[in-house]
């Protein structure tokens, strides 16, 4: 599978000149023209940053202080994908029904 980058709502310019993303941010697929979650990049006025890694994770918090304000838990959730095979449950059934 292809990496996922960023597209973003916003964007701003580092110490040293570069795009960075900023406002609500999504993940994206290159050579895709809509996000992870199904969001048109067109119509939403995303703007792609395939120079930028999508490496944000569900225990990430966002500070004020940080440009993105917003991670899309659709794309969070379509990029996590479900356990291999072999890998034990973090669960198990205690009282199953009859």
């Known amino acids: 599978m292809a990496r996922a980058t960023v597209a973003a709502s916003g964007e701003h310019r580092d110490a040293d000149g570069i795009r960075v993303p900023a406002g609500e941010a999504h993940a994206w697929l290159a050579g895709q ?6 969001m048109s990049l067109f119509r939403a006025r995303l703007r792609v940053f395939p120079h930028v890694p999508w490496e944000y994770r569900d225990t990430d918090t966002l500070n004020p202080g940080d440009d993105v304000r917003y991670i899309c838990p659709r794309c969070l959730a379509a990029l996590r994908g479900r356990p291999q095979r072999g890998r034990r449950r973090n669960w198990t059934r205690t009282s199953p029904r009859p």
């Open 33 to 38: 023209n809509q996000t992870v979650c199904g």
